[in-house]
């Protein structure tokens, strides 16, 4: 009984330290700060494969963008997919997006009516909780001229 018990309890100390001191490899989302600085040491090339569409030299300069959607082009929108994590409802994503029209709710993760956003530190935050339907998040904030950083969770 106590070999279970000592077992038991290497286990759990050995689950606690892998949790805390190790990074996640299901984690593959790019740090906001990274993400920040290649947009404005980038504005201009991203300005310009948007203006073309296409996307191959961006693709190939960094290791940050997972993937681009631009299916909003003609509406003045492309998301820039900057990873993710977890599973199922345990899911969070990042990246950045190109608004034109600065709109903050053309994304696929945010709320549909920019009345919802509420200002938070240097972005604006939108929490379904606060309406008690779930448990979704949506934080966008400003990195430079009409491109915008995002995080999202589920």
């Not at 070999?3 to 805390?20: F, G, H, I, R």
């Not at 740090?31 to 948007?50: D, H, M, R």
């Not at 994304?107 to 919802?116: A, K, N, T, V, Y």
Request: glycine share 10%.
């Amino acid at each position: 009984m106590k070999k279970v018990l000592c077992l038991l309890l290497c286990l759990t100390m050995a689950l606690s330290l892998v949790s805390c001191g190790f990074p996640n490899p299901f984690d593959d989302r790019a740090k906001k700060e990274a993400i920040f600085a290649y947009v404005k040491a980038n504005e201009e090339t991203l300005l310009e494969c948007i203006d073309k569409n296409e996307y191959l030299s961006i693709r190939l300069s960094t290791n940050i963008i997972r993937g681009i959607d631009d299916d909003g082009i003609g509406n003045g929108f492309v998301d820039f997919d900057c990873g993710g994590a977890g599973f199922g409802p345990g899911t969070a994503y990042c990246g950045f997006y190109y608004s034109v029209d600065d709109n903050l709710t053309g994304l696929w993760c945010s709320p549909r009516d920019s009345s919802l956003l509420k200002q938070s530190g240097n972005g604006y935050l939108w929490e379904q909780s606060w309406t008690n339907e779930g448990d979704n998040t949506y934080y966008t904030e400003n990195i430079c001229g009409h491109f915008y950083y995002y995080e999202a969770s589920f």
